[in-house]
């Protein structure tokens, strides 16, 4: 694979709870304008009636009939999508296709907010749950491929702010006042361009930086 195809993988955007692909317009829409091909779909149901790992499914089928078999590509997960991308990535053959991996403000050590709700999919994102904690078992197979997590501490759905933080990979913190404000926040954009911009490389363990 050729450097300008390296730089320029097709994107695979994965919204949070009760969200559609509509909160990536304005990501989708500078991802594209600088050249990316963006791609994204609608988890259903997207309320957490099932588990995540069920979501996960649907971004493996979909990465699956939309791409051919050789294509690499990139991964960018808000909240909720953040996790079930990594299902994706760690238990459904992802790991073979993704080579840059984003997360933005996602529960990756869990949410006390989860706790409001006994659904199975929030279930599985309260701290310490089962789901979590088999995940977070081999995380270190996210330093395989160019990993970064951005989050905010100022986050309020993601209680406390600092689950998003990851012990492989990239880490990014970028004040931004507002869970759903990452995904438009130019400071919380620019950090997206930079990371699919990566030449592949193992990164860095616990990198850390600010915006």
């Not at 588990?51 to 909240?79: H, M």
């Not at 994706?88 to 409001?116: C, D, E, W």
């Not at 078992?137 to 600092?162: E, H, K």
Request: glycine share 6%; hydrophobic share 40%; net charge neutral.
């Amino acid at each position: 694979m050729n450097i300008e195809n390296q730089q320029h993988n097709p994107v695979l955007l994965i919204h949070g709870i009760d969200d559609t692909e509509a909160v990536f317009h304005k990501m989708a829409a500078q991802l594209r304008l600088q050249g990316w091909s963006v791609y994204s779909l609608d988890l259903v149901p997207n309320n957490g009636n099932v588990g995540l790992d069920k979501l996960a499914k649907q971004v493996a089928d979909y990465v699956t009939a939309t791409f051919a078999p050789e294509q690499r590509l990139d991964l960018v997960g808000f909240s909720m999508g953040g996790i079930v991308s990594r299902y994706y990535v760690q238990r459904l053959g992802g790991i073979n296709r993704v080579q840059r991996f984003i997360t933005i403000s996602s529960p990756h050590n869990g949410t006390v907010v989860a706790y409001g709700s006994r659904r199975p999919g929030c279930v599985q994102m309260r701290p310490d749950s089962i789901f979590l904690k088999d995940l977070n078992s081999d995380a270190v197979i996210l330093g395989q491929l160019n990993f970064t997590s951005i989050w905010t501490p100022y986050d309020l759905m993601i209680v406390p702010a600092n689950s998003s933080q990851m012990s492989v990979g990239s880490e990014v913190i970028v004040p931004v006042a507002l869970h759903p404000w990452m995904l438009t926040d130019p400071r919380s954009l620019a950090v997206v361009k930079a990371a699919l911009t990566e030449p592949i490389k193992l990164p860095l363990l616990n990198k850390k930086s600010s915006q």
